[in-house]
């Protein structure tokens, strides 16, 4: 077996980035990715050690957006737009926390899914 040598990872330079953020009643999940899409970070109320029901709460969710800042940081990352998803209570305060570490958030957009029609009731009930 021939030994591979490792290709050297090359560092992004990127300035603006789309925080994408889904907000369930049981979680919060955001992905930090390039405009083109690539992901460049990404957190959970999970990861970050809830269990349970404090998965989804405003807390867990602003924890979320402190630990992803500070990444950003370190990458130079100084523009961010928020792509918000999703009913849950840790919507604003991932939102929050981002604009509170300094970084500059120039679009809230929200791309809840809404149905146009919905789907097909269940049939009828005979008694």
Known sequence: MAYKKKTKKTKIQVDSVIAHVKSTFNNTLVAITTLDGNVLLRGSAGQMGFKGARKGTPFAAGQIGTTLAKEMNIMGIKKVEVNLQGP??????????????????QVLRDVTPLPHNGCRPPKKRRV
């Open 88 to 105: 849950g209570s840790g919507r604003d305060s991932v939102v929050r926390s981002l604009q509170a570490s300094g970084l500059d958030v």
